[in-house]
Nanobody, 115 residues
Framework: QVQLVESGGGLVQAGGSLRLSCAAS????????MGWYRRPPGKQREMVAS???????NYADSAKGRFTISRDNAKNTVDLQMNSLKPDDTAVYYC?????????WGQGTQVTVSS
């Protein structure tokens, strides 16, 4: 069973930075793609950033220029560096991994950005 564990969330002031990490129970290179999603309060879950094993990245418009997704093979994690955070970034952030037809999700980590 694949397990994904997110870490790095917390409370930060607007303009600050946070780095989220997603640790997988298996090699991150065994997945077709990994990504970060978020669920803002009262809203649906949305894609933030994704990364394929080939190195292709995709970002939501709201994340472009501020967030960077990357893979750390030594730590076996996929990280999301978030800079210039805004109150609108407040959400539960989830890690997702896909392998073939299957998707796996972490439990989420709370990010709260105060104004």
């Amino acid at each position: 069973q694949v397990q994904l564990v997110e870490s790095g969330g917390g409370l930060v002031q607007a303009g600050g930075s946070l780095r989220l990490s997603c640790a997988a129970s298996g090699s991150i290179n065994s997945f077709n793609a990994m990504g970060w999603y978020r669920r803002p309060p009262g809203k649906q879950r949305e894609m933030v950033a994704s990364l394929t094993t080939g190195g292709s990245t995709n970002y939501a418009d709201s994340a472009k220029g501020r967030f960077t997704i990357s893979r750390d093979n030594a730590k076996n994690t996929v990280d999301l560096q978030m800079n210039s955070l805004k109150p609108d970034d407040t959400a539960v952030y989830y890690c997702r991994a896909t392998r073939g037809l299957f998707s796996y999700w972490g439990q989420g980590t709370q990010v709260t950005v105060s104004s």
